[in-house]
């Protein structure tokens, strides 16, 4: 059975681009795949994070996997840190990786610019990702397209220390859901939709309120050539909310501009609305029950057994692969 892995960074509530590009692609898979998610709270400790709220959003985190769907039976489910074998191994990742490589990832750029302050883990954050990674072998990483240069990194590492050591890591690739991959703010449709948006109007939260949902969309910035038309270049913020609404409803994005031919931007975003607000009210539901349940308990304690027993057999093969172990391996068999 192939195996598939992702993880999402608890530094603010999980938004609707967090579910459609990631979670949502997960809960397809689930049935066909040997499935690993878990809540990446290392990688968020790259930026300050208040340790309180940090703490309550990692149990909120692995709840909402819960509610958009993932089946704690079929999927491997635990929080990042759970397991020091990940970092360990990431440190060894790290002297396979050149400092060119790690510097040139777009979101360290970005991040390093807006403060010259940044720490050292903004620059091995996509090292520690490849440890995510890697670890498992899983095959195939569904992930919003920002993430696709981590994932492509992980992957020339693994290829750099295979050839350095010898096979040791299955090579993995990004998966990228057909509309959800990149889901823009609603008030400024040409930047991403993220948790850490300070203006929260534009950002559509799975934890929002559903009038406030309701309100947000009606608000979302449009243009004035009124046609529901997909033309991301022309029209950013129609093209959108058709892509949110084509991810939700399963429904083609040539359907819903057929069924809108003629018609206001008005009714297009009350079906939108009704589409998105129908669907989170039942996760919601769901999360409610969750949370307030024992059962996230037994479902951290089987998943992180299972990712370690898989971490410790890869860490201590890199060890022997890389020369550090008390072993003789010149008196080994291989
Ligand atoms: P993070 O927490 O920023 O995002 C989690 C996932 O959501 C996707 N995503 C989006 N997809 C569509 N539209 C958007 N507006 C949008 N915003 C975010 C992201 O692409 C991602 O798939 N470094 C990762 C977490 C991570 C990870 C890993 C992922 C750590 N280790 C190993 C995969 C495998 C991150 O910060 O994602």
């Known amino acids: 059975m192939k195996r598939i892995l992702t993880g999402l960074k608890p530094t603010g509530d999980l938004t609707l681009g967090n579910y459609l590009g990631a979670i949502k692609q997960m809960v397809n898979m689930q049935d066909e795949y040997d499935s690993i998610l878990f809540v990446a709270d290392l990688h968020a400790l790259t930026i300050y ?47 396979t990786t050149t ?13 390093s610019k807006q403060n010259a302050n940044f720490s050292v883990g903004l620059l091995t954050y996509p090292v520690l990702m490849a440890a995510d990674i890697l670890y498992c072998d899983c095959d195939y990483v569904p992930v919003g397209i920002d ?19 010898g096979e040791t890591f299955t090579l993995p690739e990004p998966l990228l859901s057909e509309t959800g991959t990149k889901i823009y703010d609603l008030k400024n449709p040409t930047k991403k939709m993220s948790k850490s948006e300070e203006n929260p109007t534009g950002v559509i939260s799975m934890f929002d309120d559903l009038e406030t949902i309701a309100s947000k969309i009606k608000g979302a910035t449009t243009d004035s050539l009124n046609q529901v038309h997909f033309d991301p270049e022309n029209q950013p913020g129609i093209s959108n909310l058709l892509n949110i609404a084509s991810s939700i409803a399963n429904v083609p994005i040539a359907e819903l501009e057929e069924n809108f031919k003629g018609k206001g931007y008005g009714e297009f975003k009350k079906y ?3 589409v998105v607000v129908n ?26 057994e299972r990712s370690r027993e898989l971490a410790k057999e890869k860490y201590e093969l890199m060890k022997i692969k890389m020369g550090t172990t008390r072993k003789d391996l010149k008196k080994q068999d291989n």
Do not use: W
């Not at 993430?147 to 050591?165: G, M, P, S, T, W």
């Open 147 to 165: 993430q696709k240069q981590h994932v492509e990194l992980a992957r020339n590492i693994a290829e750099r220390f295979n050839n350095r050591y």
């Open 279 to 304: 669907h989170i009210s039942e996760i919601q539901k769901r999360y409610e029950e969750i949370i307030n349940s024992d059962m996230l308990e037994k479902v951290l304690n089987k998943g992180i």
């Open 49 to 95: 994070q208040d340790p309180i709220e940090l703490n309550e959003r990692i149990r909120k985190f692995i709840a909402m996997y819960i509610a958009c769907g993932i089946d704690p039976e079929k999927n491997t489910i635990y929080i990042q840190s759970e397991n020091e074998f990940i970092p360990a191994m990431s440190y060894l990742l790290e002297c």
């Open 272 to 274: 939108v609305s009704e």
């Open 99 to 111: 400092y060119g490589e790690a510097s040139r990832m777009i979101q360290f750029k970005e991040k």
